[in-house]
Nanobody, 123 residues
């Protein structure tokens, strides 16, 4: 049974940093494209960042480019999201997701989801 467990969320002041981690219980983890999404209250779940199997290809939504960095460790079955220069608009529940395919920014491309971790940025 595949499980994705996020950690690292919390309350941080604007301008601060947080590092989210996702531990995956997937035997063939390195074959999955991994993504981070977020959902703010009353809004849809949106793509934040994605990374291919080797870590050699990453993509980001425009609003986080230059501030967030996605990475993965295939030896530990983990994917991380380093978030710097946080803004109030980054406040959301952040979800880790795994795609058997090539991955994309579309939710429907992902096969497994974590339960989410809350990130709150205060001014």
């Amino acid at each position: 049974q595949v499980q994705l467990v996020e950690s690292g969320g919390g309350l941080v002041q604007a301008g601060g940093s947080l590092r989210l981690s996702c531990a995956a219980s997937i035997r063939t983890f390195r074959s999955y494209y991994m993504g981070w999404f977020r959902q703010a209250p009353g809004k849809e779940r949106d793509f934040v960042a994605g990374i291919n199997w080797s870590g050699g290809t990453t993509e980001y939504t425009d609003s986080v480019k230059g501030r967030f960095t996605i990475s993965r460790d295939n030896t530990k079955n983990t994917v991380s999201l380093q978030m710097n220069s946080l803004k109030r608009e980054d406040t959301a529940v952040y979800y880790c997701a795994a795609s058997k395919g090539y991955g994309s920014s579309r939710l429907r491309e992902y096969d497994y989801w974590g339960q989410g971790t809350q990130v709150t940025v205060s001014s």
